[in-house]
């Protein structure tokens, strides 16, 4: 006999400002006590090194977790120049040090012009990626050192906010599966001498920004009501998909994982953001959106996919009552 989970169903997501020196993990579980709730995830983890916006899912919204995974974000870091360390950041162990050139500001913005767009990286070994089964930060602990495939990545912006002899503070705004500490330690040998992040700090996870966020402080001294005025709506990551508003029967015919005819919908019943559908035929096959988000009397039921048929069919189904 399987054992019940304890706690409350809760619905929802929550912006958390991490704190310095702990794991993403260990901050989720602290909140979740807070809330008493008995599922509950966060959207990619930050570094203990790490502070800022980490989004964490409770109850349904764990569903659209891994969609926020491929969101764009955005990142302040300091880099140390003339310092290496095992682990790409002021945790790890000094490996080798190199006297920091003189460097004027037009060297450094060469430098970061030469990051600026598309480029390919090489992940870190303490990361974890999987070689063989194994994540490479557990060989990394045991000293091996393995071959890592470059990831194409997007470096959107990669600003210069500061800049000390031996220290640069940067603005990156970057795509998903950007390692900064690597970023960190190519600029670094592109400037000759070696780099790792000494401060890191998350501003923007895709549509959310730090300023929306809580501390887990700010939280601990909110009473109950306050802290689930706190959770943000399920399906907010999701605005940016055409919306299908259903009627009870062919919210039922979903809820039973059956397929509807896009001609059963009047215009009317489709919706985006920002704009309305004045023609079913925009929600087609070949257009470049298939997914949209399903209604049922102002109710978030989940997400549906416009079939090859011309049919709606149920994609992913949320439980919100």
Known sequence: ???????????????????????????????????????????????????????????????????????????????????????GDAEGSVIETKPVPELSVDDILACLKKFTGEIDQVPPMYSALKHNGKKLYELAREGKTVERKARHITLFELKLLDFSKDQLTLDVFCSKGTYIRSLAEDIGHMLGCGGTVKVLRRLEAGQFNIEDAKTIEQLTAMDQ?????????????????????????????????????????????????????TNVADLSPESRQNTVRMYHDAVFLGLGEILMDGKLAPKKLFNLL
């Open 1 to 87: 006999m399987s054992k019940r989970k304890s706690g409350c169903n809760i619905h929802g997501i929550l912006l958390l400002d991490k704190r310095l020196g702990v794991s993403s993990n260990r901050a989720l579980q602290e909140v979740r006590r807070l809330f008493n709730a008995n599922k509950a995830g966060h959207t990619g983890s930050l570094d203990p090194l790490a502070t800022g916006l980490l989004p964490l899912c409770f109850g349904e919204a764990t569903k659209v977790s891994a969609l926020m995974l491929d969101d764009n974000k955005r990142y302040q870091v300091v880099v140390q120049l003339g310092v290496m360390t095992d682990t």
């Open 225 to 277: 009501q306050s802290l689930f005025e706190c959770l943000i709506d399920v399906d907010k990551p999701l605005k940016a998909l055409p919306a299908v508003q259903l009627s009870d029967e062919q919210a039922i015919c979903i809820k039973y994982g059956q397929s509807l005819k896009l001609s059963s919908f009047n215009d009317t019943a489709l919706s985006a953001a920002g704009k309305l559908h």
